[in-house]
């Protein structure tokens, strides 16, 4: 099974994660996440976020999510990535990760497009929908 490792700013990994264990009445495995505040520095973050990356791959893989291209987790993020084995996706949302929880054991391909697209779909306009 592909490991799930979010790295965003603050709680809202966290409050995404709560969020998945409520809709799935359960914690899923192999799911870790990483707050940053305005004041870390991903330097000083980069041992910690690769011994939790370990927690999450457990040998398939991982999957690391993450909120905006370009900012601190991101940036932390792209220093853990491996084409392949640790892959990452940005814009992270409620239905990406419940998306990306869903086709983690279809491959990384897979994962990668499904969680993706599971994103991009869960934007809907209501009125129009």
Known sequence: ????FLITHGS????LVQNVCHVLN???PQLIQL??????DPLDLLPM?????ALADKGDGALVLTDIFGASPANLALKLLERGRVEGLTGVNMPMLL????YRDKGMDTLLI??????RD???NMLDH
Request: hydrophobic fraction near 40%.
């Open 1 to 4: 099974m592909i490991g799930i």
């Open 12 to 15: 809202y990994g966290e409050a």
């Open 26 to 28: 359960k914690r899923p």
């Open 35 to 40: 707050g940053m505040t305005a004041q870390d």
């Open 49 to 53: 976020a690769r011994e939790m990356l």
């Open 99 to 102: 998306r990306a929880l869903t």
């Open 114 to 119: 499904r969680a993706r697209d599971g994103g």
């Open 122 to 124: 869960g934007i809907i």
